[in-house]
């Protein structure tokens, strides 16, 4: 007893404590081995008031906690909790976990291929599934709680959508409790939430539970980021900044990039892994942005020995690798990669990416989890939220194609990945390590590891999906204002106020622009807007130019072959070279060829290095094998080629025409008739010219400022409402409104009105089950690279007239689409069909994918989506029909593709 206390203070204390320790909150704490932290505390006490809760807070805060609260309280009042979450594998495991808890004939997993148990009082599933379940009338009146975990995904430009139509169409007796990483708007967030569902609490913490402290490697030395105390100022550790200066140029950025000290080597990994050892830093995940990268960091470990396990571990690797070894045909261990995978299994490390099957990654996980593994190589989508932290996470580099170009991480990316840095309850501290290299600024690290937070922006669209399941169940006026409950329309409104702001403060400034550019002999704006469009028409002019020679130049190296001798017009001409390596595509990016100069040095060519098309002397023999690192082999190829070039065999540069070629002319009479304009125009002999010429540009940028602010006013306003009717529109022209919207209402997916035109059209009503199933996968496949094709080898006639219809199909929906103003449906893509075809006829996963460039990974995903599209499908197809698609989707479900 608190000696500070009266009697009657101690024993009111004592009964408060007695009757919270009868509460559910009081009986969850007591089941717990740690205490609660404060935030986890105010969650769960919110959630036990009835109140629906937004948490926002670190990864590996445990936010979790508050989700397993919501589970103890929808089985106390025996009321129905479904569990969401924004990926399978997080599904996946989720229900591992609760059915550890809770025992498995109390808990449900659903995601959209896989369906057990689905009328469990706990049930896991996908996003897209309680969104499907919505729309299609499911009972939910039992259901009391629904988990959004992950709920910053709402802010995903492709899946985002799915969060906010479940959080405006849920019952409002249903209470949320919404997970989500740190945001920096998630009191504005936590508004919209009061808004669409009442009362929420907003709980935000930013306490990470292990702390976590950033480090760069500079070769292998690990150096702090920051200065003791200076991450919340930014200030680089100096120590840092006197390692890497040696390595580095003068000047600007890019000169340093040109003029990097040669002493400087970038650190293989395994000599990264052994610092990492030596400084007890292991297990730690490197975090490669490639696939391919993260199969070649395990080669290369394995080739340089690395050897991380003891011999009783590696006993326990090999007994779960016989497991999964029993699981897997053995026709198949090949193209699955499988004896390199278990190889580094056994060793210590792995990797893990979407390209591997579910099995491999799986293994994986729970093999890290227990300790066995020391170093995982995975790329960014473990970071989003599969339960695999480590003591270090690596980043080898700060930029990643993102399908279109190489850019730089976000801040909110930096702190989705080390966010995996530091085990709680095991590590007392987490570390981040930047892999270092002479482009990597070390005020971008620093940028990115002291910005923490991200701003969550809604990417809600209406669909034709979502709009036919609204308007089954509501006229069209009250369907926009369902819309207009979105969080994209909250945050637009929001946002006017200001924009509207902005537009008076700029047109009470534009009134002092305009007097002061005024000119006594003319008409200086009329002046002003030809110089601007002279200015324009130059700028155009050199662009077309810089165009058509990067074309001519990229055509030029594209044709070079082994072998071929070469001169590249520029400033540093080398003379002759020999083309080693010819121009290629991996990863989505084109690779330059690679040639040997004159003066012995090997060149991978770089876009900026090349900037006029190569001219072709002829060409040498070449060894079978060339090994560009053999000075012996290096030589000898440069004696051929002065061989070769004494004999007359290639031509001599001399001989041909290696000066830069002068760019075409581009619009030179319109640019000299408007040079004539400006010279004649009164204003142009002004003495005040240039004065004036000034305010006219201020004045300008501010007029084009505010048609930018106006649009956007315009847009915010009505952009929600004017796509609704666009997405009408187009459906009323299709004739799936106003009464024809059955099928489209019970397909879902980025082709949704695409499958349903297909459907209607009966084009499914004549294929055999591997048909169907090929069919499907043209409906959901993606392929990683733009290249997508028409396969002429389709299987049969059926199946190719089928396409050749369904493309004709997409055509039509295209033109409308473009007309109406709305985003494109994805085109059909043909490259899974084979593949797909082969694997439902019972083919061999060896067989199916040969000849294909398909992961056996990316396999697995695809036919599981075709699986769920099939599903979709007997559901709303002709009976007979559907029998043959559910046995097309029972032919699938097999072998690596079964759970």
């Not at 009321?79 to 808990?107: D, H, M």
Request: include cysteine; glycine fraction near 6%; proline fraction near 4%.
């Amino acid at each position: 007893m608190d000696d500070r206390l009266s009697p009657a203070q101690a024993y009111a204390a004592y009964r408060a404590r007695a009757a919270e320790s009868d509460t559910p909150l009081g009986r969850f704490r007591t089941s717990l081995e740690y205490e609660l932290d404060p935030f986890q505390e105010e969650a769960c006490a919110a959630l036990q008031d009835g109140r629906s809760v937004l948490v926002a807070a670190p990864t590996g805060a445990g936010k979790t906690v508050v989700a397993q609260f919501a589970v103890m309280l929808g089985s106390e009042q025996n009321v129905r909790v479904f569990y969401t979450a924004p990926i399978k594998a997080l599904s996946n495991q989720k229900y591992a976990e609760l059915c550890g808890e809770y025992g498995e004939s109390r808990v449900g997993l659903l995601t959209g291929d896989i369906s057990i148990n689905r009328d469990a009082q706990i049930v896991v599933m996908t996003t897209e599934v309680l969104r499907n379940m919505i729309y299609s009338g499911t009972d939910l009146r039992s259901l009391g709680y629904v988990v959004l975990d992950e709920v910053h995904y709402l802010g995903d430009k492709f899946r985002g959508p799915v969060w906010e139509e479940v959080i405006i169409h849920l019952p409002a007796h249903v209470s949320l409790v919404s997970l989500s990483a740190t945001v920096s708007n998630a009191e504005e967030f936590g508004a919209w939430l009061r808004e669409v569902r009442g009362h929420t609490e907003v709980i935000v913490s930013e306490h990470r539970p292990v702390p976590l402290y950033n480090h760069v490697a500079v070769g292998t030395d690990l150096h702090p980021l920051f200065q003791p105390g200076g991450k919340e100022t930014g200030q680089l550790n100096r120590d840092l900044e006197h390692a890497v200066r040696p390595f580095l140029g003068r000047g600007s950025r890019r000169d340093r990039k040109r003029t990097v000290n040669m002493r400087f080597r970038r650190p293989s990994r395994t000599a990264i892994i052994r610092e990492l050892a030596h400084a007890d830093l292991l297990p730690a995940i490197f975090f490669i942005f490639s696939r391919n990268a993260c199969d070649d960091a395990v080669e290369q470990v394995l080739a340089a020995g690395l050897d991380l396990t003891d011999r009783t571990e590696k006993q326990h690797i090999l007994s779960r690798l016989d497991e999964l070894q029993d699981q897997l045909g053995a026709e198949d261990l090949s193209v699955l990669g499988y004896h390199t995978f278990a190889a580094g299994l056994v060793n210590g490390f792995g990797a893990h990416h979407a390209g591997l099957i579910p099995q491999f990654k799986e293994l994986v996980e729970e093999l890290f989890l227990e300790g066995y593994l020391r170093t995982v190589f995975a790329t960014e989508t473990l970071a989003l939220g599969v339960n695999m932290p480590a003591r270090t996470v690596v980043l080898e580099k700060l930029t990643k194609f993102n399908g279109e170009s190489h850019v730089q991480i976000t801040p909110g990316e930096y702190t989705q990945l080390t966010g995996r840095a530091g085990r709680r309850g095991i590590d007392v501290e987490g570390h981040a390590v930047v892999v270092w290299h002479p482009s990597i600024e070390l005020a971008d690290i620093a940028s990115l590891a002291s910005k923490r937070t991200y701003a969550l922006q809604s990417q809600f669209t209406p669909t034709y999906n979502m709009a036919a399941n609204l308007l089954a169940r509501m006229t069209k006026e009250d369907a926009e204002k369902v819309l207009e409950t979105s969080f994209a329309q909250f945050q637009a409104d929001k946002g006017v106020v200001g924009l509207a702001r902005r537009v008076r403060r700029n047109e009470e400034a534009l009134a002092g622009y305009r007097t002061s550019m005024a000119c006594e002999r003319g008409d200086f704006t009329e002046y002003a807007q030809l110089r601007r469009t002279l200015s324009e028409m130059e700028k155009r002019a050199g662009r077309t130019r810089s165009k058509l020679k990067q074309r001519d130049t990229v055509e030029s190296l594209g044709t070079l072959r082994y072998g071929d001798v070469i001169v590249l017009p520029s400033k540093h001409n080398t003379g002759p070279s020999v083309v080693l390596n010819p121009m290629h595509n991996r990863d989505g990016e084109t690779r330059l060829p690679t040639i040997l100069t004159e003066q012995g040095k090997v060149w991978h060519l770089r876009p900026h290095e090349v900037t006029e098309p190569a001219v072709r002397l002829g060409r040498i023999k070449m060894p079978k094998k060339f090994n560009h690192r053999q000075v012996k082999e290096r030589r000898n190829l440069l004696a051929s080629l002065q061989d070769a070039l004494t004999d007359g065999r290639i031509a001599h540069p001399s001989d041909v025409s290696t000066a830069p070629t002068k760019g075409p002319k581009v619009q030179t009479e319109e640019i000299a008739l408007l040079r004539d304009q400006i010279r004649d125009h009164p204003c142009h002999s002004c003495p005040d010219r240039e004065h004036h010429a000034r305010w006219a540009d201020r004045a300008f940028k501010l007029i084009q400022e505010n048609r930018s602010l106006t649009k956007q006013i315009e847009g915010r306003t009505s952009s929600i409402a004017e796509v609704f009717d666009r997405v009408c529109n187009v459906l009323t022209t299709l004739r799936f409104l106003p009464d024809d919207s059955r099928i489209l209402r019970r397909i879902y997916g980025e082709r949704d009105l695409l499958t349903a035109l297909s459907v209607r059209a009966g084009l499914w009503d004549a294929l055999s089950e591997p048909e169907a199933a090929a069919f499907a996968s043209s409906l959901v496949y993606q392929a990683r690279r733009t290249d997508s094709y028409f396969d002429p080898r389709v299987p049969t006639a059926s199946l190719e007239a089928g396409l050749v219809e369904l493309r004709g199909m997409w055509q039509n929906l295209y033109r409308l689409e473009t007309d109406a103003r709305l985003p494109v449906t994805p085109e059909p893509e043909f490259g899974l069909v084979v593949p797909i075809f082969r694997w439902t006829e019972g083919k061999s996963l060896s067989r199916a994918l040969a000849g294909s460039d398909i992961a056996a990974g990316d396999f697995v995903r695809w036919a599981k989506q075709t699986l769920d599209l099939l599903g979709q499908v007997a559901d709303v197809c002709a009976p007979a029909t559907a029998v043959v698609v559910r046995r097309a989707a029972e032919a699938i479900r097999r072998g690596v593709v079964a759970d």
